[in-house]
């Protein structure tokens, strides 16, 4: 990251960050970061150095040459950026971090993102990931959400994380953010393992949402309501297509409904009248 770069006095800004790689199932989490930067036209804010931080000889993290239409030639690495976006409407400027997960120097990594993020005068941090699970297409999306943070906490209806063991980079960053007095959470949603091929809009459009209700602000779905409903027609193409698909969903299916749904939950249901509440007041 360049020393001399220029942060803006911001809104109340709030931050969300996605890593492609081990923390990225279908692209569903980098997809709502992409997402946001459209409809946002959000600007570049700062691009942190790839070699500081990424070995290129890895497959997925090897700089990618390009062609453009007039046959200039050009190399893209894979760096770091953080974007700014002003939405309308709204009272509160956002940051959008979109980066490989680094292969070195994570901490250093987390302490330059947390940097900036204070220089920024961001409060809340919300970190985005997904999972490849036995999850079947048919139902909603899971969407589980953890912090430590009280305010978050009752905001989102989100406990404390439970889990043990490795860790992507997202915990990692939560954890420098919170040491630094920012409230984080992670959201992180369950993609069917038999539709792994990304992309999965239903698992960005339900992450998309999920920030929604955990920052309260109306957020623009844009297509993606359009692309969620043409990946479950796929999807239900492949099922039909393939006996042992079928036969495996239905039993997903078996398990999936004799548990406690939280989509079905009064909680629910009321986080989805509040999301439909704050999108009309968009509209008038």
């Given at each position: 990251m360049s020393d001399d770069v220029d942060i803006?006095?911001?809104?109340?800004?709030?931050?969300?960050?996605?890593?492609?790689?081990?923390?990225?199932?279908?692209?569903?989490?980098?997809?709502v970061v992409d997402h946001l930067i459209e409809q946002w036209d959000a600007e570049l804010l700062l691009e942190m150095d790839p070699e500081d931080f990424y070995?290129?000889?890895?497959?997925?993290?090897?700089?990618?040459?390009?062609h453009s239409d007039s046959g200039e030639r050009a190399i893209t690495w894979p760096t770091p950026r953080i974007y700014v976006a002003h939405p309308k409407r709204s009272e509160r400027d956002v940051l959008l971090l979109r980066a490989p997960e680094p292969s070195v120097?994570?901490?250093?990594?987390?302490?330059?993102?947390?940097?900036a993020a204070q220089l920024a005068g961001v409060r809340e941090l919300y970190t985005l990931g997904?999972?490849?699970?036995?999850?079947?297409?048919?139902r909603p999306v899971p969407v589980s959400a953890s912090t430590d943070d009280p305010v978050l906490m009752e905001r989102m209806g989100a406990s404390p994380s439970r889990y043990s063991g490795p860790v992507g980079i997202t915990s990692i960053l939560n954890e420098y953010a919170?040491?630094?007095?920012?409230?984080?959470?992670s959201i992180w949603a369950a993609v069917p393992h038999y539709l792994a091929e990304p992309p999965c809009p239903k698992a960005t459009l339900a992450l998309l949402r999920a920030v929604e209700d955990a920052v309260e602000l109306s957020l623009p779905e844009g297509v993606l309501v359009?692309?969620?409903?043409?990946?479950?027609?796929?999807?239900?193409?492949?099922a039909e297509s393939d006996s042992d698909i079928a036969e495996y969903v239905e039993a997903l299916e078996?398990?999936?409904?004799?548990?406690?749904?939280?989509?079905?939950?009064g909680d629910a249901i009321a986080r989805e009248f509040e999301r439909y509440l704050r999108h009309r007041a968009d509209e008038e």
């Open positions: 803006p006095q911001l809104r109340d800004p709030w931050m969300v960050a996605a890593f492609d790689g081990w923390n990225d199932a279908a692209d569903a989490a980098t997809g070995v290129f000889t890895e497959h997925h993290l090897r700089p990618q040459v390009h120097r994570w901490k250093a990594f987390c302490s330059t993102v947390v940097g997904a999972l490849l699970a036995d999850s079947p297409h048919t919170s040491e630094q007095g920012i409230a984080t959470a359009e692309m969620s409903e043409a990946w479950q027609r796929g999807a239900e193409e492949v078996s398990e999936r409904d004799t548990s406690d749904l939280p989509e079905a939950s």
